[in-house]
């Protein structure tokens, strides 16, 4: 193999130009084809494979309610309901305007609907309450319909200063108005919510979060429509003014917007990454080559691979996912390794005074066998995931193994190309050896000499390193890879602990009534279950008392209320209004005394506040003021009598009543309805989500659902670890034993490459890494790059053995140690990540290559020492 590699080489070498600009316009085409060619699929779910039964169920229900899946959700939080009422209907008014990129839009629990029919869905109790508040308080309503103005407001509160309170108890009106005075005094935008103020004070308040749930047009295979449907959303809420100035926060989660910012996230990691990696690797190749230009030519041949791979990867699948999209650093780490062997050794024959025509072959001829099986055992660490059912590891695997041997085909090729148009300048006279040189020899001697040692705390460490173990868990939710600082995920935690919202149910699909009706009993019985819900719930109970109850309250209210668009303002007047009700509450106030009226006192004390404040400001400045206020106090009310004049109107419903945006999320189009399974506990702690997922089950087995999805996607990635390692394990053994012929010394290999596993995981426990979906590719790929520089040291002691015995001192031992620093550094950078799944994938693996190293220099030298003494 060497002799023929050697001839290669030197046909390359005479032929160099040519295959440089060979190389150079094949690098063009392939950049363009990867650019053009390559995307990115965005669904963690198609990271494990479709052909699993869960999958396919899951699939199935993603196909017949793609709104609940690939979805994204618009959390609307107002400092009023009607605040928040208002912006989901202008937002979501906005949106379905935009048909081109929102399939569907549906404003849950609002729109025409639930304003008309909105008091059914209360019990009868509560609507019983809320019929007696509105109807004592009709002469309110009445007279402010007719004219809303601060005017009529105050008229009106003056009647109640000594006599029972017409809309609520009179101080919850005085300390609502007091708040309004004192957000005007300070500057700040406020509103008064007439809606809570008409709520009974024991009921529960109007809720101030509004839900959209979009289903945008976006596909897995196209992040741009993520783009576009995410930005769409947010330039429609800057145009429409909705922000905190404005008393309303929007925020956005779902799957499509945790994926996309999950996407954002793991681009900008590895694009910094790939940066500072590939920068540290020119450091390493300049401290061991010395050599600007066998720098130049490492890094172009590293650059010719990397495009090179990027294309296969176009080719072969297409679209990289959020696990696979890190091949590139993977890449510059690890191929860095055969520039670093190649042009070592063809240094170091450089200096003994070897032509660069027969350095190149001889090069070739030395580690270019090696160079080949290394490429060969790191591509098994990669394609061991291949037929396991982990398909996102799957696709990296693939990609990453048959980029080993692209970077082998360019180290041997455009590498002595490149060397052979910029060859090294020779050196002058004999310098002495770089302290490396001298510190990486001293250590070989020293391992050598105090071998019994060395095998002595291999030996506690592997007992230590073995206890350790039992520790070592894994992480199966995907929310713990993603940057829990982002927007996204956030929103998405909060809605978790939200009884109202919560995301992390369970859905059952039934094609008949009986079925129907058999699985809702068996999933109540379950103790982990605490309801479960379908489209019947939306049918309102007890509908004909209800209703009487709403044709008494409309008859009572003489039919329907007068509907202003906008409060009355005149500025002057309406001050002169405040002036007086001030005087008015003080003498009232002076009758019956501060301590008998808090609510009273501390009203007056903040419109006088207000008043001195204001009445000495410029007319136009108090102008201002004085209508901010009014629209303070009042803005609301229109919007909150128009909805009692809605709801006046309910009719009785049944489910075909429903609107359709609603029966989506219950009825596939097929017709299927759905159950929905609401845990009892909080499923925010992944053991309660665990159990949730295996009762339900166990009783429903057809049960899917995002919870379904994390507990099986964990068992497959588990799965799919164990048959990688093993494969791995066995092919690298096979492999040993073919190249070292010395069971013993087969076994030193795979003692030393187990003892870096078995480290690299108690390290793993000692700072508390837990494995995941993105890093449990660590261990078997370490099997694969650990064995590496066991067989570069193995061949150099069979090819070209050291007087002395000390590896370490040769050519091949410092470019062992550098190409694993190269790794470490590269694999170091994906740690920076702000991508959790990213960054703990770089730990672990820079982790794994520290013991790697450890175990490399120490432990293999002084088992090798001992089997060779016997």
């Not at 094949?26 to 990115?40: D, E, I, K, Q, S």
């Not at 001298?438 to 460490?461: D, F, N, P, Q």
């Not at 870096?756 to 995941?772: K, M, P, S």
């Amino acid at each position: 193999m060497g002799r023929l590699l050697a001839r290669w080489v030197d046909l390359v070498h005479h032929t160099a130009v040519w295959v440089v600009v060979a190389a150079t316009l094949g690098c063009a085409l392939l950049l363009h084809y990867t650019v053009t060619h390559l995307g990115v699929d965005t669904s963690t779910a198609n990271m494990i494979s479709a052909r699993l039964p869960w999958r396919q169920t899951f699939i199935d229900f993603r196909q017949a309610f793609p709104q609940l899946t690939a979805n994204i959700i618009v959390v609307i939080d107002a400092d009023t309901p009607e605040l928040a009422e208002d912006a989901q209907e202008q937002l979501g008014a906005a949106l379905q305007a935009n048909a081109r990129t929102y399939h569907s839009v549906n404003l849950v629990r609002g729109g025409d609907f639930f304003h008309r029919n909105g008091l059914l869905y209360l019990s009868t109790q509560e609507l019983d309450a809320f019929a007696d508040r509105v109807a004592a308080a009709q002469p309110f309503l009445r007279q402010l319909s007719d004219d809303l103005s601060l005017q009529t407001l105050f008229a009106l509160l003056v009647q109640t200063l000594d006599a029972d309170a017409a809309l609520s108890d009179t101080e919850r009106i005085q300390w609502a108005l007091a708040e309004a005075f004192a957000a005007s005094s300070d500057g700040r935008f406020h509103r008064l919510s007439w809606r809570e103020l008409m709520a009974s004070p024991r009921a529960r308040p109007g809720a101030h979060q509004r839900l959209l749930l979009l289903r945008p047009r976006a596909d897995d295979a196209q992040p741009r429509h993520r783009r576009v449907a995410v930005e769409g959303i947010r330039d429609a809420v800057e145009r429409l003014g909705l922000g905190t100035e404005t008393g309303v926060r929007v925020r956005l989660t779902g799957a499509v917007a945790m994926e996309y910012e999950e996407l954002a996230s793991v681009q900008a990691g590895t694009a910094l990454a790939g940066v500072l990696s590939m920068m540290l690797v020119i450091v390493v190749l300049f401290v061991i080559l010395r050599s600007l230009r066998l720098v130049l030519a490492s890094v172009l041949s590293l650059l010719a691979g990397l495009i090179a791979t990027g294309a296969f990867a176009a080719v072969a699948v297409g679209r990289l996912n959020l696990i696979s999209i890190a091949f590139a650093v993977l890449y510059i780490g690890l191929a860095a390794d055969f520039a670093i062997h190649f042009c070592a050794r063809c240094r170091e024959l450089l200096d003994a005074g070897h032509e660069l025509r027969e350095s190149l072959r001889q090069s070739a001829a030395d580690v270019g066998a090696s160079l080949l099986i290394c490429a060969s055992t790191t591509a098994i660490g990669f394609y061991a995931f291949i037929p396991t059912d982990f398909a996102g590891v799957a696709q990296l695997g693939l990609i990453s193994g048959t980029g080993m041997f692209i970077s082998l085909a360019v180290s041997l090729t455009v590498l002595p190309a490149l060397i052979s148009v910029m060859p090294p300048p020779p050196r002058t006279g004999a310098a002495p050896p770089p302290l490396h040189v001298r510190t990486l020899a001293l250590v070989g001697a020293g391992v050598l000499r105090h071998r019994t040692g060395v095998r002595a705390a291999t030996i506690v460490a592997s007992a230590l390193a073995a206890v350790s173990l039992s520790g070592v868990s894994f992480d199966d939710n995907p929310l713990n890879l993603r940057d829990r600082t982002s927007e996204s995920v956030q929103t998405f935690l909060e809605l978790v602990n939200d009884p109202d919202n919560i995301p992390l149910t369970l859905s059952v699909l039934t094609s008949s009534h009986e079925g129907f009706s058999a699985t809702r009993e068996e999933l109540l019985r379950l103790e982990t279950v605490a309801s479960v819900r379908s489209i019947d719930d939306f049918v309102p109970s007890d509908q004909q008392e209800k209703l009487a109850v709403i044709d008494e309250l409309a008859f009572i209210m003489g039919g329907e209320l007068a509907q202003p668009q906008r409060p009355r303002i005149d500025p002057d007047t309406d001050f002169e209004h405040i002036r007086e009700f001030a005087r008015v509450l003080s003498a009232h106030l002076a009758r019956v005394g501060l301590e008998r009226a808090p609510a009273a006192a501390h009203l007056s004390a903040q419109l006088q506040d207000w008043i001195t404040a204001t009445e000495d400001l410029p007319r136009t400045e108090r102008s201002r003021r004085v209508g901010e206020l009014v629209e303070s106090v009042l803005a609301t009310l229109p919007r909150q009598l128009a909805a009692l004049n809605a709801a006046l109107r309910a009719e009785a419903i049944d489910v075909d009543a429903l609107p359709e945006s609603l029966q989506a999320l219950w009825v596939s189009v097929d017709g299927r309805r759905r159950l929905e399974v609401v845990p009892s506990n909080d499923v925010s702690d992944d053991a309660e989500l665990g159990r949730f997922v295996r009762s339900v089950r166990a009783a429903v087995p057809a049960a899917t659902g995002m919870p379904v999805v994390q507990i099986e996607a964990g068992r497959a990635v588990i799965d799919a670890f164990r048959f990688a390692f093993l494969s791995a394990f066995g092919l690298i053994f096979v492999i040993l034993l073919a190249l070292l012929r010395s069971l013993r010394d087969a076994l030193a290999v795979v003692f030393q490459l187990l003892l870096a596993a078995a480290l690299t995981g108690a390290a793993a426990v000692v700072f508390g890494i837990e494995f995941n979906f993105a890093n449990i590719i660590a261990l078997p790929l370490l099997l694969g790059m650990g064995v590496d520089s066991a067989i570069h040291m193995a061949h150099r002691r069979r090819a070209a053995p050291p007087a002395d015995g000390n590896l370490l001192g040769t050519s091949t031992g410092r470019a062992v140690v550098f190409s694993v620093l190269t790794t470490i550094f590269s694999f170091g950078t994906l740690a920076l990540s702000a991508h959790a799944g990213t960054a703990s994938m770089g730990l672990l693996l820079t982790l794994g290559m520290i013991m790697t190293l450890v175990c490399t220099l120490v432990v293999l030298p002084a088992l090798l020492s001992r089997a060779t003494r016997r």
